[in-house]
Antibody, heavy 120, light 106 residues
Framework: QVTLKESGPALVKPKETLTLTCTFS??????????VAWIRQPPGKALEWLAR???????FYNSSLRTRLAISTDTSRKQVVLTMTNMDPVDTATYFC????????????WGQGTTVTVSS | SYELTQPPSVSVSPGQTANIICSGD??????CSWYQQKAGQSPVLVIY???ERPSGIPERFSGSFSGNTATLTISGTQTMDEADYYC?????????FGPGTKVTVL
């Protein structure tokens, strides 16, 4: 069974750096074609893709947030980590990690999401 | 940056057909996926590559394409289908989601 689970702080202060961890099981990120992405959703708003990391360690970022984001993986522990610097109240959102659906540019398995509030 | 357009809301009576459209520049040259998101839950993939349905998704969900417009059709809509629906594509090394359509079954 494939699962992903996000973890991280529920509350961060403005200008702080957010670090989120996606712990997954049931698949191997080193398998050719595998990808894991981070997506967020502000309260009452649409989904917004943030970053993606591939089986070959290739990385892609939302161009509007590129300077603030870093995605990495620790394959031995089956985790994907996202850091976002200089947090602002507008970054308040539920953050999801998701696995690529094999053979397509879509996401078939999502984590439950973790809610992050940015407030002083 | 690339954008997708969806109607904010669609209303449908139980048992009837709901059509949710998604449009974008040159969308016809890309693949479109659809997600269902119920209140307080994570999104669920219901259609990928325009017309393909993942295993476990009911047959009443189908996808189609015409020109630069993708359509998610829910046939015989059930009350459990009430949710937000998002289209999504991949353009210039970026995943793009539509603004979402709220489907109300009443």
């Amino acid at each position: 069974q494939v699962t992903l689970k996000e973890s991280g702080p529920a509350l961060v202060k403005p200008k702080e750096t957010l670090t989120l961890t996606c712990t997954f099981s049931g698949f191997t990120l080193t398998s050719s074609g595998m990808r894991v992405a981070w997506i967020r959703q502000p309260p009452g708003k649409a989904l917004e893709w943030l970053a993606r990391i591939d089986w070959d360690d290739d990385k892609f970022y939302n161009s509007s947030l590129r300077t603030r984001l870093a995605i990495s993986t620790d394959t031995s522990r089956k985790q994907v980590v996202l850091t976002m610097t200089n947090m602002d109240p507008v970054d308040t959102a539920t953050y999801f990690c998701a696995r690529r659906h094999w053979g397509s540019d879509s996401f078939d398995i999502w984590g439950q999401g973790t809610t992050v509030t940015v407030s002083s | 940056s690339y954008e997708l357009t969806q109607p904010p809301s669609v209303s449908v009576s139980p048992g009837q057909t709901a059509n949710i459209i998604c449009s974008g520049d040159r969308l016809g040259s890309k693949y479109c996926s659809w997600y269902q998101q119920k209140a307080g839950q994570s999104p669920v993939l219901v259609i990928y590559q325009n017309t393909e349905r993942p295993s476990g998704i009911p047959e009443r969900f189908s996808g189609s394409f015409s020109g630069n417009t993708a359509t998610l059709t829910i046939s015989g809509t059930q009350t459990m289908d009430e949710a937000d629906y998002y289209c999504q594509t991949w353009d210039s090394r970026t995943y793009v989601f539509g603004p979402g359509t709220k489907v109300t079954v009443l």
